[in-house]
């Protein structure tokens, strides 16, 4: 990533509304020297769909790892239907009812399409502390018609299903929880146009539902435009764009993003300038 | 074609003899593919070659006396081998089984003479010593994160040291036994021609039952395939982790009492310790156990431990020296790590062929 500054006045400041399910106020976090957040505020209205945009290491799946538990982040507040949140692992976020799709799917290849279905959500046999194969198999059938999308057995490994059904395993598993808000790290990738279409249908129909919050992460623009109620533009670790997809087009988004690369340019171009200079003065 | 005409439906309706043998034949096949990609299915028909070798060229293995030698050379390997492919499956390694096996006899007996607790108790606190250092590899392991082999071959070391310092490099009498009589003590933990057979049944099938149907099984498969999956999808991985060294651990350390009583002293012999410990992993390599972890059963664990007691009886039976049994273990090894390989490729569809 460029050390390229996002104009301050383009930077989104803190925004409140009464009906956020959601809110992340200067969130940040760094891995040693690498600076992956800098400074987040976002929102999010109850069955509302954002979408998050983004270069490559922009940012955007730390920000959904510390919303899910997974990082906890250096500094900046959260809160969740009004309450601070502060989640301290994967588990206890699920259990505030934040559940997330990640990028790598979250699958075991060894284990079959059920076992992934209910990992660490397994269903137990009483007294003794044995699986319920018999159960989860039942609803990992229902939740994956649930999703149009499909998968002829499971009880096979999945790591001889296509790209498609693994994502659409990983989708199935989160969005059959009873969770209010739901996180997808790049939920199209890895599929073909007909799966892709099959996961916005579902989520069109979550959202008709009107139960869950979404925030998605995707690359492509036309996604945003077909699934999304607003979208946000993450740059060099601040948000650096929001707007509902009404209001905005693919032509400004694309125009934000060229202009980041201007900069970046414009950037290395200095910087090689400063160097040749220090060389000059060194000989 | 000429011949079809196209006015024989009925032709395709019934099949007549050869397609219907065909039919049959693939049936065969596929059941037969089936049985060999289980992933015991490979070890089973080895053993069972073995075993039948043994029992046809020479006319004492299948006697009882010769049966009842072949236990001690596989049971301790068995019980072992199971905590072993717990670890295995986590995609690690312990080394130090060999050490804890070696050092816990002679906590025991410390425990038993020279601080006075009764035969069980000091047992019990042996065992709790054993599992103290697999907490401390599992902890390495996955909280400081150094890999499992580079801990445990330090751990093996010091162990192994540490036997030797505080045993005067001297052998003991394993407390509760005798020359003379077998107590029940004895009798139970080790001494009886059967005690360690029953326990190794025991362990096995309780581990494979954990290992198929809790949840602790199906994480530690999960951790193995897919550490950052499974932390992602919320699972303790460190705490998967840090279980398997503890159990493995302290399966060692009753292997290593067992084995004690049974032979009724307690011997620092760290290099008898390493052999065991590496025949324990080829048990569990031979029973199909990926060291590149996710994939492994305790089932297939046990029988690959009782292929190597059927190699070692035999060999002995037929007079052969004894230098050819770590030839046809080496071989045996690496055959089936070649038919791992390929098993494991059909099972999960990864490109074979």
Sequence with gaps: ?????????????????????????????????????????????????????????????????????????????????????????????????????????????????????????????????????????RETRKALEATGINIPRIDVPVARLSGGQRQAIAVARTISGDADVILLDEPLAAMGAKEGALILDLIARLKAEGRVSIIMILHNYIHVFQACDRVSLIQDGVIAFDRPTAETSVEELNEIVVEEYRRARQAAMAEEAGVARAEDNGA | MAVASGSTPPAEAEPKGPAKGWAQRAGALSLAQRFLTLREGSIIIVTLIAFLYFALSTNKFLTSSSLKALLPYFAPFAIMAAGQVFVMINAEIDLSIGAVYLFTPFIFYKLNANVGLPLVLAMIGALIVAMLVGLFNGLVVSVVGISSFVTT????????????????????????????????????????????????????????????????GIYTVAVGGNRLGAAEAGVRTKLVLTRNFVMCAGLAGFVGILEAVRAATTTPDPSGANVILFQAISAAVIGGTLLQGGSGTVIGAFIGAIFLGILQDGLNIKGVSANYFYFWLGIAILIAMAFNTYVSRVRTGSGHG
């Design chain 2, 153 to 216: 071959l330090g751990t093996l070391f010091t162990l192994s040291g540490l036997t030797l310092i505080i045993s005067h490099a001297t052998q003991v009498t394993t407390p509760g036994t005798s020359v003379v009589k077998v107590g029940t003590f004895a009798q139970i933990f080790g001494g009886g021609t059967y005690s360690e057979l029953f326990w190794a049944i025991g362990i096995a099938l309780v581990l494979q039952l954990v290992l198929t149907f809790t949840r602790w």
């Design chain 1, 1 to 137: 990533m460029a050390d390229v500054q996002v104009p301050q006045e383009r930077i989104v400041g803190p925004q409140t509304a009464d009906d956020d399910v959601l809110r992340v106020e200067h969130v940040r976090k760094s891995f040693g020297p690498i600076t992956a957040v800098r400074d987040i505020n976002l929102h999010l209205r109850k069955g509302e769909v954002l979408g998050l945009l983004g270069d490559n290491g922009a940012g955007k799946s730390t920000l959904i790892k510390i919303l899910c538990g997974f990082h906890r982040p250096d500094g900046g507040t959260m809160w969740l239907k009004g309450e601070p949140y502060a989640p301290k692992s994967v588990l206890d976020a699920r259990q505030h009812g934040i559940d997330t799709v990640y990028q790598d799917l979250a699958l075991v290849d060894q284990l079959t399409v059920y076992q992934n279905m209910f990992l660490f959500r397994e269903k137990i046999r009483k007294p003794l502390p044995f699986l319920a194969n018999h159960i989860m198999r």
